[in-house]
């Protein structure tokens, strides 16, 4: 599996065998439709961290935007992909959505240094 992605408020996963890319957005509309859904974002990390699969599955399509048959699928990539593997990914989702899109700075860091380690690699 890969890791998330992140640019311009987009965190974008991975999911399943294929490892279909999921756009979870960090806006207002996210933000409230979360926070709706579990009674405030505490409540959703509280269930996402208790490796909740039905809010796991929420978050992701709240996140997305995904609705009726869309949404229904979500759960189906997020079984397969493990819920072991998606709820940490959620987690950083929520992190990433409370600080209003902006990337922690250790992922900035970790991003920076990455392609630099890959050509010392390649030296």
Same mark, same amino acid.
């Given at each position: 599996?890969?890791?998330?992605?992140?640019?311009?408020?987009?965190?974008?996963?991975?999911?399943?065998?294929?490892?279909?890319?999921?756009?979870?957005?960090?806006?207002?509309?996210?933000?409230?439709?979360?926070?709706?859904?579990?009674?405030?974002?505490?409540?959703?990390?509280?269930?996402?961290?208790?490796?909740?699969?039905?809010?796991?599955?929420?978050?992701?399509?709240?996140?997305? $935007?995904? *609705?009726? @048959?869309?949404? %229904? !699928?979500?759960?189906?990539?997020?079984?397969?992909? #493990?819920? +072991?593997?998606? =709820?940490?990914?959620?987690?950083?989702?929520?992190?990433?959505?409370?600080?209003? $899109?902006? *990337?922690? @700075?250790?992922? %900035? !860091?970790?991003?920076?240094?990455?392609?630099?380690? #890959?050509? +010392?690699?390649? =030296?």
């Amino acid at each position: 599996m890969k890791n998330p992605a992140y640019v311009d408020g987009v965190m974008t996963i991975f999911l399943g065998e294929d490892e279909r890319s999921v756009d979870l957005k960090a806006n207002a509309r996210a933000a409230k439709a979360i926070s709706r859904h579990f009674g405030g974002l505490s409540d959703a990390y509280a269930k996402v961290g208790a490796f909740d699969f039905t809010a796991v599955v929420a978050v992701v399509n709240a996140a997305s $935007g995904r *609705v009726g @048959k869309e949404a %229904e !699928a979500t759960e189906d990539e997020v079984f397969d992909a #493990g819920l +072991a593997f998606v =709820a940490p990914l959620v987690l950083q989702y929520l992190g990433f959505l409370s600080g209003g $899109g902006k *990337v922690p @700075k250790s992922k %900035e !860091a970790k991003a920076e240094a990455e392609p630099a380690e #890959g050509n +010392a690699a390649a =030296a």
